[in-house]
């Protein structure tokens, strides 16, 4: 155990792990000292934590059931850990942290414990009121660097602002379409290259005259930067029509940069007002053409860095899902 926590780089770690002897011990080994610190109460049960979930992912969790460690950032830019598993579903304790002069402590009132099917004294979940005490520690939050086999295809809404004939549709995409695929796609047949491929949907809106947004899609010949959003709509519209109807114009896809050490990548998608005044049925045909689209023109990219990931197969299984929920 002292070798495992002492091995910083991952190549490293997952080599020594492999040169190991009796691999179901070393798993129960590995898996019981995990329970540990699953329950962690500071920074450094945290990233021992960390390092177990990566130890783990590297020989296999066996008949218990994979977790990922995550550090993330909540919306006022502290950081936030967590467990999930291939379903998204959190396990054990998630915290929000705070910053101190003196280095990080989790913030009560703002720490849950969430049931796990493998913690032996089978708690079930406190949302925000799991008991902690002020430990600060000067350490920096680890996340866990190597990822657990699960569908890579997740489709997000930015903010919850919607118009009303889209909030069914929307809906749909979080009960039912989301969940199918979580189920049905089979990641352990597509390789390790890809983790997550984030399709960030953003929806026209309009509250109140204060608070509204209507996007104006922009002609993609045009190949529009941030910069030139605004002096474009203003060739479109004047001044006095922009700030009545809240335009902001965008462009359709905005395809962000694959980065190999999260296995992540990010797509936005904006949608019109047009979009929401259609029928549930013909929303559900654009949005799946829409993601289609943006798939297919990542697939593209991502085939042509040669990773060893079978996209054809992931793209087969995403497809029979996805026909079955637009119909």
């Known amino acids: 155990m002292e070798r495992v926590f002492e091995i910083k780089d991952l190549k490293a770690l997952e080599d020594f792990l492999q040169s190991q002897t009796g691999a179901e011990q070393l798993r129960e080994r590995l898996f019981a000292e995990f329970l540990k610190y699953a329950n962690y109460k500071n920074a450094e049960d945290w990233n021992k934590a960390v390092r177990l979930c990566e130890c783990l992912a590297i020989i296999g969790w066996g008949t218990h059931e994979p977790l ?15 467990f999930f598993n291939k379903f998204g ?3 054990f304790v998630d915290a929000i942290w705070s910053k101190r002069i003196k280095g990080f402590t989790m913030e009560q009132g703002r720490t849950g414990y969430w049931f796990s099917p493998d913690a032996p004294e089978q708690k079930q979940s406190v949302s925000r009121e799991y008991e902690v005490k002020e430990d600060i520690q000067d350490l920096k939050l680890e996340s866990q660097r190597n990822w657990i086999p699960k569908n ?7 903010i919850s602002n ?3 004939n889209s909030k069914a549709v929307i809906e749909s995409i979080k009960k039912e379409l989301q969940p199918e695929l979580n189920r049905r796609m089979r990641p352990e047949k597509y390789g390790r290259a890809i983790n997550r491929i984030i399709i960030n949907c953003s929806y026209s809106y309009y509250d109140h005259d204060h608070c509204k947004t209507n996007h104006i899609i922009a002609d993609e010949k045009l190949k529009l930067k941030q910069k030139d959003f605004y ?16 335009y902001y114009l965008r462009n359709r896809f905005e395809f962000g940069p694959f980065r190999a050490d999260t296995g992540k990548i990010r797509i936005g998608l ?25 798939l297919n023109h990542i697939i593209g990219k991502l085939k042509k860095k040669k990773l060893d990931y079978d996209f054809d197969l992931m793209l087969e299984d995403f497809n029979s899902i ?3 929920w637009k119909v």
């Open 68 to 82: 990922e460690a995550s550090r993330g950032q909540f919306f006022n830019g502290n950081p936030m850990t967590c």
């Open 231 to 246: 002096p474009t709509l203003l060739t479109m519209f004047t001044k006095q029509e922009i700030e009545k109807n809240g």
């Open 162 to 164: 919607c118009y009303e």
């Open 322 to 324: 996805l026909a079955e």
């Open 89 to 91: 579903e959190a396990r």
């Open 270 to 294: 904006n949608l019109e007002k047009e979009f929401s005044e259609l029928s549930h049925a013909q929303q559900k045909l654009k949005l799946s053409e829409y993601i289609l689209f943006a």
């Open 152 to 158: 890579p295809v997740w489709i997000n809404r930015t």
